[in-house]
């Protein structure tokens, strides 16, 4: 069964913009990731945050998370036209140690 | 490239015939994963083995048949299967499986096409 659930379903920026996506979950996690997937490919891994962190930076990418509304966020600052991609949360489930995918959030970045 | 490989890319088959996907790591990790994506739905887990063995199955229809001869080695066996289960399988491995499942690395999916 589904896991995470992305917000919104679909984001069209401008090139310079910020883009901020967010991720709803039902059970407690060890873990929450982020991951991009260009349309047709492999997914990639972004970003690893453990439920005792709150927020985590890489690069232009910043994650939230808080547990106490099983949420987070990513945020993708100054967007690239090669941003354009779908993203997803995983969530590692405490219960089953489980790597459940939502459906993703498909980001339209526009030079 | 992630170290993660699949094969075929594309496979068309009909409902009677036998295929095997075949997924290959030389990352040294200890688990792999078979999950599939259809159109605007999200990643569904079919298949966790850890150290050679199966430890998940996610009420799986037996048309589909995991093997996994070794740790660096995963297949994806299919017969008389359905054009519902027309979709991009996707195969990734990570360094361990459990409570401290860290990053999945991802092979570039098997498209199949069922007729």
């Known amino acids: 069964s589904q896991q995470g659930e992305e917000d919104p379903q679909a984001l069209s920026i401008q090139e310079g913009e910020n883009a901020t996506m967010n991720c709803s979950y039902k059970t407690s996690i060890n873990n929450l990731q982020w991951y991009r997937q260009n349309s047709g490919r492999g997914l990639v891994h972004l970003i690893l945050?453990?439920?005792?962190?709150r927020e985590k930076h890489s690069g232009r990418l910043r994650v939230t998370l808080d547990t106490s509304k099983k949420s987070s966020s990513l945020l993708i600052t100054a967007s690239r036209a090669a941003d354009t991609a779908s993203y997803f949360c995983a969530t590692n489930q405490y219960n089953n140690n489980d790597m459940r995918f939502g459906a993703g959030t498909r980001l339209t970045v526009k030079p | 490239e992630t170290g993660v490989t699949q094969t075929p890319r594309h496979l068309v088959m009909g409902m009677t015939n036998k295929k095997s996907l075949k997924c290959e790591q030389h990352l040294g990790h200890n688990a792999m994963y078979w999950y599939k994506q259809s159109a605007k739905k999200p990643l569904e887990l079919m298949f966790v083995y850890s150290l050679e063995e199966r430890v998940e199955n996610n009420s799986v229809p037996s048309r589909f048949s995991p093997e996994c001869p070794n740790s660096s080695h995963l297949f994806l066996h299919l017969h008389t299967l359905q054009p519902e289960d027309s979709a991009l399988y996707l195969c990734?491995?990570?360094?361990?499986?459990?409570?401290?499942?860290?990053?999945?690395?991802f092979g570039e999916g098997s498209r199949l096409t069922v007729l």
């Open positions: 990734a491995s990570s360094q361990e499986w459990g409570r401290h499942t860290g990053e999945l690395f």
């Open positions: 945050i453990r439920s005792n962190e």
